[in-house]
């Protein structure tokens, strides 16, 4: 069960699992974490699998940001970006590859989608190159028009905008979470 102190969400492992499990905890960025974040995204964005943000981004956006880290190292990222007053977007979701398929991802975006609901949002979305991730979330393929906003402020200044190949997911808020479970 999380323990939620001070902004931070701490999943410790059960009673079960032996003493050295490693401890996850979801937070809020923090300067210092900005050029991990960058770093990451980097990474990811050099095969091309996400896309670049640059440092000055980062900063920019860091109240956006939540970070993961495993036993206190930083192990990933994702930041939700408000667009409107029902609608947020979930960009540079990144976990490092030693860290991966373990949880750390869903951990990120369930931590976006309960401020997104703690806000009133009605509808968060993402662009992905890799939708199945998501849809696994419960967030289902969408037409990216539907965010135009997204479209006419961001992606029109992308240099993939004529060939985008992401692809945009979202889920619906207004759902009741019975209906919308997320499963690890």
């Known amino acids: 069960m999380p323990d939620e102190q001070a902004g931070a969400i701490t999943i410790s492992t059960n ?18 974490d900005a ?5 990451l995204v ?3 964005a050099d095969r091309d699998e996400m896309l670049h943000r640059p440092l000055n981004e980062v900063y920019e956006n860091l109240r956006d940001f939540y970070v993961a880290r495993v036993d206190g190292e930083f192990a990933g990222c994702v930041a939700l970006h408000l667009w409107w007053a029902d609608l947020a977007e979930i960009k540079s979701l990144a976990v490092r590859e030693d860290r991966q398929l373990k949880g750390i991802g869903y951990r990120l975006v369930s931590a976006c989608l309960e401020e997104a609901r703690r806000l009133g949002l009605a509808k968060v979305f993402a662009l992905t190159y890799k ?3 998501f849809e696994k979330l419960n967030f289902s393929v969408a037409d990216v028009m539907e965010f135009p906003r997204k479209v006419w402020n961001e992606c029109y200044r992308c240099p993939k905008f004529a060939n985008c190949n992401e692809i945009a997911v979202g889920i619906d808020l207004s759902v009741a979470p019975a209906t919308q479970a997320l499963a690890p």
């Open 15 to 32: 009673g079960t699992a032996p003493p050295h499990a490693p401890v996850v905890t979801i937070e809020k960025a923090c300067a210092a």
């Open 131 to 133: 939708p199945g991730f």
């Open 42 to 44: 980097t990474h990811f």
């Open 35 to 39: 050029e991990a974040i960058h770093a």
